[in-house]
T-cell receptor, first 111, second 113 residues
């Protein structure tokens, strides 16, 4: 059964720092990996989707990489801002065609 | 933009009531999903559907059923609500299984008293 792990569980950084969030998965047979953002009490907002054949995707200050063979993905956030404070979740779609989620990284960016 | 809309943001129901959670998507997506999210347990898949009138059990289907009579609408039904079903419920949709981006609704916070 696919397992997804996110490290760290929580992260607090001063505004302006560049930061990296990590995601690992146990079964490399995936269709894609997706990064989401969740604000408290809200639904999930899709940030980036990386297909299994891709190595990275970029959107604005966000860059996500995927190393399928090693079962790892990273989300890089450049020049962090207080508005980036949220929980970040990664999810993989595997052979069962379902999203399996990690437990998330709670990010706080201090002004 | 894709829009996935859940009928309620907040619901309070009594134990034993039959509860309907509705989800509508406006992008002609084939796939729709229901998750629940609980602190310390993350997101867990309850049911999903790849087509009209089609449904598949997820990881935690007990106590729930679903209905998909039209492509755009996917309903989650709590047959007899219990306090352990107090949770955040999230609906999602995507175009093809595994190939495309999944989009989520705003969530329904259900409290069963």
């Amino acid at each position: 059964k696919q397992e997804v792990t996110q490290i760290p569980a929580a992260l607090s950084v001063p505004e302006g720092e560049n930061l990296v969030l990590n995601c690992s998965f146990t079964d490399s047979a995936i269709y894609n990996l997706q990064w989401f953002r969740q604000d408290p009490g809200k639904g999930l907002t899709s940030l980036l989707l990386i297909q299994s054949s891709q190595r990275e995707q970029t959107s604005g200050r966000l860059n996500a990489s995927l190393d399928k063979s090693s079962g790892r993905s990273t989300l890089y956030i450049a020049a962090s801002q207080p508005g980036d404070s949220a929980t970040y979740l990664c999810a993989v779609t595997g052979s069962a065609r379902q999203l399996t989620f990690g437990s998330g990284t709670q990010l706080t960016v201090l002004p | 933009d894709v829009k996935v809309t859940q009928s309620s943001r907040y619901l309070v129901k009594r134990t034993g009531e039959k509860v309907f959670l509705e989800c509508v998507q406006d992008m002609d997506h084939e796939n729709m999903f229901w998750y629940r999210q609980d602190p310390g347990l993350g997101l867990r898949l309850i049911y999903f559907s790849y087509d009209v009138k089609m449904k598949e059990k997820g990881d935690i289907p007990e106590g729930y059923s679903v209905s998909r009579e039209k492509k755009e609408r996917f309903s989650l039904i709590l047959e007899s609500a219990s306090t352990n079903q107090t949770s955040m419920y999230l609906c999602a949709s995507s175009f093809t299984p595994g190939d495309t981006e999944a989009f989520f609704g705003q969530g329904t916070r259900l409290t069963v008293v």
